[in-house]
């Protein structure tokens, strides 16, 4: 009796491992990479050719799935809130709120940076955490706080909507929906948010005097002055494209005093104690158009971000060494500081906006490749 119950037990382990084992390999089985028309994405005037993964060049399926899902708040536990929720193309693609609010409104610790342009940052989250828009479009959506959902959730939500499910197909190939795919199709979208030709570099890379005022080439020239502003240590400048971040990770002193950090930022990262209250310098592209500032969000205007600069940050034992007071910037050169960063509003990408039912849209913004 003994030999049978033990027997029945040992064949019941074998069918359960070899189902986890089956299960686990047809994961691995579906393949998250884009089958359909491969396309270029042309860079504005201003910025670099765009990056992509070699597993996930852009095609016009991807992007078109990936545009719907930025949108659809049933990414979230309770269909309250999407991608667009917190990176709103009403304010170039971030949020108006100090910090963006979740499910049931709860509420991060962190102001929601813009979308536009992120393709260029060679990490993303203030502090870095991931290493791709791919890693980045998981966290929020089994972050508690932001969309408090499952991963294995929004597969299957995403799986009982037939017409999603032909659209995965049709982006990726035969197989079900999951997770990879999605992530793949909202990073391609993401990376068509792409915003260049500001009045700066209508000016300074397209030669075009007209395109800015005065005021605007006298900020550059503080910008750029180390004996000034010195602010290009951190905002670079190239000869051909400017990004205007340095793709790294400094303390100025936000939130952060001689005996206390309200953010240790890089560090919960890196665990690098020089990275104690590091947030990645941000590009000042539509800087304009994307308050209030800093990674808390504490900053409501360009004036205030200003001022804060011009007091050398709060200091404390990490501050970086580019920060210093500017307190000897004249009236006239803060003010020009300031139309200079206006002046790097761009133009917002075409067809970025929420799918409309039974329309039918030809994207200007795209091409297919070779053309």
């Known amino acids: 009796m003994n030999n049978r119950r033990t027997l029945s037990v040992l064949i019941l382990f074998a069918v359960v491992a070899g189902l986890l084992y089956w ?30 993964p070699v597993d996930n060049p852009p095609t016009l399926e991807t992007i078109a799935l990936g545009r719907r899902l930025y949108f659809d ?79 294995r959730g929004v597969e299957k939500k995403l799986a009982d909507d037939a017409s999603y499910d032909a659209e995965f197909k049709k982006a990726f190939g035969p197989g079900p929906i999951r997770i990879q795919r999605v992530v793949n199709a909202i990073s391609a979208f993401e990376r068509t948010l792409v915003s260049g030709n500001s009045p700066f570099d209508r000016w300074y890379y397209g030669h075009d005097e007209k395109a800015v005022s005065d005021s605007v080439k006298r900020g550059f020239e503080v910008f750029r002055d180390a004996k000034k502003g010195n602010c290009e240590s951190c905002h670079t400048v190239n000869e051909h494209y400017a990004l205007f971040t340095d793709n790294k990770f400094h303390n100025i002193g936000v939130g952060a005093t001689e005996d206390k950090v309200a953010d240790r930022g890089r560090f919960d ?88 039912q039974n329309t039918a849209e030809k994207s200007s913004q795209t091409q297919p490749e070779g053309k």
Not at 89 to 97: E, I, L, N
Not at 132 to 140: F, I, K, M, N
Not at 295 to 302: A, P, Q, V, W
Not at 335 to 344: G, N, P, Q, T, V
Request: charge should be negative; glycine fraction near 8%; hydrophobic fraction near 30%.
């Open 269 to 356: 990262v890196t665990k690098a104690d020089a990275d104690t209250a590091a947030f990645k310098t941000s590009s000042l592209r539509n800087i304009a158009i994307t308050a209030p500032y800093f990674h808390d969000g504490s900053r409501k205007t360009l004036k205030e971000v200003m001022d804060f600069y011009i007091g050398g940050g709060n200091s404390n034992p990490h501050l970086d060494k580019e920060v210093h007071s500017l307190d000897f910037l004249t009236a006239q050169e803060r003010a020009d500081l300031i139309a200079f960063m206006e002046s790097l509003t761009g133009e917002m990408p075409k067809n970025s906006g929420p799918l409309q």
């Open 23 to 52: 299960y686990s390999t047809s994961e691995t089985q579906v393949s998250a990479r884009p089958i359909g028309q491969r396309i270029g994405i042309p860079a504005p005037l201003g910025l670099p050719p765009i990056p992509y």
């Open 73 to 151: 708040k049933r990414l979230s536990s309770d269909d309250t809130v999407a991608c667009s929720t917190c990176h709103d193309p009403a304010f170039g693609f971030s949020d108006p709120r100090p910090v963006s609010e979740g499910v049931e409104k709860r509420r991060g610790t962190r102001n929601s940076p813009t979308v536009l342009n992120s393709v260029y940052y060679s990490t993303q989250f203030w502090d870095g955490r991931a290493a791709s828009l791919e890693q980045q479009a998981q966290g929020p959506m089994q972050n508690p706080v932001e969309m408090a959902h499952s991963l």
